[in-house]
């Protein structure tokens, strides 16, 4: 757990990095780089959604089975 949670952070830590660099060197005006980076935004916010629901879904089956009675015999 401790290694996914450094993980995370390291990946935090780096776009927030990439953000700075970019608004730094883009050519873009204000306006088309807030466009841009909303769409951005919501792109990844799907698919930390789409990623969220499909990990709930598998320790949702994990935990069903973990509660599901045990025939005698069988391990």
């Known amino acids: 757990m401790r290694s996914v949670t450094r993980f995370l952070e390291g990946f935090i830590l780096g776009g ?27 792109r990844i916010r799907s698919e930390v959604s789409q990623a969220a629901s499909t990990r709930r879904a598998e320790l949702e089956q994990q935990l069903a089975a973990m509660r599901a009675p045990r025939q005698p015999g069988a391990m």
Do not use: D, I, K
């Open 16 to 42: 927030l990095v990439g953000v700075a660099v970019a608004l730094l060197v883009t050519p873009y005006s204000g306006e088309e780089l807030r466009g841009q980076m909303q769409n951005e935004v919501a």
